[in-house]
């Protein structure tokens, strides 16, 4: 790492950063870096703070007073130094940042070079500036020397300030340490926007991910899940697509709870066009990320990589409607292979938009109807949903001799005492002090020496306020 300048007040750019970019000069040292056409200073004392990052307000945004890229000056931090750990070194964060430019998210050989050569030595091995890594190919190699021809590190992490987000690393605070069950297909970083801390976050969340044509009742469910999983103080994680995530991103900021959007484009690029204003708001009451840098605009594979994202950041993956053929279902099956809790909202057999969420109950997933079986499965001791059961009705109340008893008189004219003993099983005394029971209920009534079960009252029987419940009538017709 370069040495702060004589006064203290200025940085000097990282040693690796340190050679012209393609034409564009870099300042001498003690000046920082300027990014031509933004006029940015990037400094040490701005957003990188002694090889730290300076984390705001407790949860890693850049903070008033703690070095914000601010355009043309370059805010300075007169503070001390934050403790060991609680960042990456300059070169390092700079490094990252270059190759989320460089790479494609989700490459596995990346990873394992990143894994075994480093940030730094990885870039300068990309980028011709140091021997090719092992395996590498040509067509590799060509195709990031194009993509390092307008490489500019400085100027990403400058917009990205100046976008009120950050750039977290593996390493730092804020970094949720889940995505690295990833292995090799652990993003390189991540570009975030919105004021909370990611790692915190992540600790209690849920993605809900589904068909972006989803129906009404696909729509209906996702905004309760949504809601229901916030006000249960789940964050609850999606795509920010159209369809299920969209109501699923709406029905947890409606219910005032906390939502992240994995964006599969740079957090700056709202995608689709149509769901601007809703990410706008996830950002500034939630968080918005991604892996792309400031800029980068989506392809059909990277919303299949941003995927494996949403599944391993979460703590389960709930499937509602999916064909054979969704992202969704990679959602979920990546989130099963990574030993998440995997659910799935069951829909009508008849309907195409749900044979991939029955396809997936068919398997290791679980079926769930609502925001309290999630939390029961995914939550802690105690989270239980409630029992589900039908109506009960003063039959289920009666023990079980005397509900034979019951069942013994005939719906039509009733019985004596002698059928309904032996119909019932019982004797001719206990089957009286059964009926005389039953009598005081209002199951039953007696007719000399018939007992009957007492009519049906419909409106037209003349039932007036005040008339004793019809209670024989409702628990015989309830059973035929």
Not at 266 to 291: F, T
Request: proline share 7%.
């Amino acid at each position: 790492m370069s040495a702060r300048s004589a006064g203290g007040r200025g940085a000097a750019v990282p040693a690796l950063f340190s050679e012209p970019w393609q034409g564009q000069g870099v300042p001498s040292e003690g000046h920082g870096a300027l990014d031509e056409g933004h006029g940015t200073s990037y400094k040490e004392h701005g957003a990188l703070e002694g090889g730290r990052r300076v984390p705001g307000e407790g949860h890693g945004a850049p903070g008033e007073g703690q070095g914000v890229l601010d355009a043309g000056h370059g805010v300075q931090d007169e503070g001390e130094g934050l403790p060991e750990g609680w960042g990456v070194p300059d070169e390092e964060r700079l490094a990252r940042a270059a190759l989320t430019r460089l790479v494609e998210p989700g490459d596995q050989a990346v990873g394992r070079w990143l894994r075994r050569m480093g940030p730094v030595a990885l870039w300068r091995a990309l980028t011709g500036k140091a021997k090719p890594p092992p395996g590498a190919t040509g067509d590799r190699l060509a195709g990031c020397a194009l993509r390092a021809a307008g490489l500019d590190p400085v100027a990403d992490l400058a917009l990205i300030a100046r976008c009120g987000g950050r750039f977290i690393c593996p390493g730092d605070l804020d970094w949720p340490g889940q995505l690295d069950d990833l292995g090799d297909a652990r993003p390189v970083g991540l570009w975030v926007r919105g004021p909370a801390g990611l790692r915190m976050w992540a600790l209690r969340s849920v993605a809900v991910v589904g068909a972006r044509a989803c129906s009404d009742y696909g729509t209906h469910v996702a905004a309760t899940l949504g809601a229901g999983l916030a006000e249960r103080g789940w964050v609850v994680v999606s795509g920010a697509a159209h369809g299920v995530d969209g109501a699923a991103h709406r029905g947890a900021l409606a219910a005032g709870g906390a939502t992240i959007a994995v964006l599969a484009s740079g957090v700056d690029v709202p995608y689709p066009r149509g769901h601007a204003e809703l990410i706008e708001r996830i950002a500034e009451q939630g968080l918005v990320l991604a892996e792309l840098p400031p800029g980068a605009h989506p392809t059909r594979p990277r919303f299949v990589l941003r995927n494996r994202v949403i599944a391993a950041l979460t703590r389960g993956t709930v499937v509602v409607e999916a064909q054979f053929r969704s992202g969704s279902l990679v959602t979920a099956r990546r989130a099963q292979q990574l030993g998440r809790s995997t659910m799935g909202v069951p829909g009508p057999v008849t309907s195409g938009l749900s044979a991939g969420v029955h396809e997936l109950l068919r398997g290791e997933a679980v079926l769930v109807t609502d925001a309290a079986e999630v939390a029961e499965l995914i939550g802690g001791i105690g989270d239980l949903a409630p029992e589900r059961r039908g109506p009960l009705v003063e039959r289920d109340l009666l023990d079980p001799v005397t509900a034979r008893v019951l069942e013994a008189l005939s719906a039509r004219g009733g019985n004596d005492l002698r059928e309904v003993a032996r119909e019932s099983g019982t004797g001719c005394d206990d089957a009286l002090g059964r009926l005389h029971e039953l009598l005081a209920l209002g199951f039953v009534e007696r007719h000399g020496d018939r007992w009957e079960l007492v009519r049906p009252v419909s409106p037209g029987d003349g039932a007036r306020r005040g008339d004793p419940p019809n209670r024989g009538n409702r628990v015989k017709g309830l059973r035929r």
